[in-house]
């Protein structure tokens, strides 16, 4: 059974930083041969992708996050990292994480002074 598991999120001030974690267990053929991705969704709006991760390190960046947003992965930890600086308030949603049609429950980033 495939499993991904988000922690991290919170309620922060803008400017303020946040590190989401994902933990995979059960993907077929090992999590280092997957792509993973981190999509939000805000209140009222569709689900868009933040940042992906390919096997091969490649990376790829919503235009408004490049720059202060970081995804790596931890292949030894099956873990995916987003590392999110200089929050802003347009950047409150529920976090999920993704890879092919397995998705984990979200984790809920609040920026808000």
């Known amino acids: 059974q495939v499993q991904l598991v988000e922690s991290g999120g919170g309620l922060v001030q803008p400017g303020g930083s946040l590190r989401l974690s994902c933990v995979a267990s059960?993907?077929?053929?090992?999590?280092?041969?997957?792509?993973m991705v981190w999509y939000r969704q805000a209140p009222g709006k569709e689900r868009e992708l933040v940042a992906g991760i390919s096997i091969d390190d490649g990376r790829k960046y919503l235009d408004s996050v490049k720059g202060r947003f970081r995804i790596s992965r931890d292949n030894a930890k099956s873990t995916v990292f987003l590392q999110m600086n200089n929050l802003k308030p347009e950047d409150t949603a529920v976090y999920y994480c993704?890879?092919?049609?397995?998705w984990g429950q979200g984790t809920q980033v609040t920026v808000s002074s």
């Open positions: 993704n890879t092919n049609e397995f």
């Open positions: 059960g993907l077929p053929f090992g999590f280092e041969l997957h792509e």
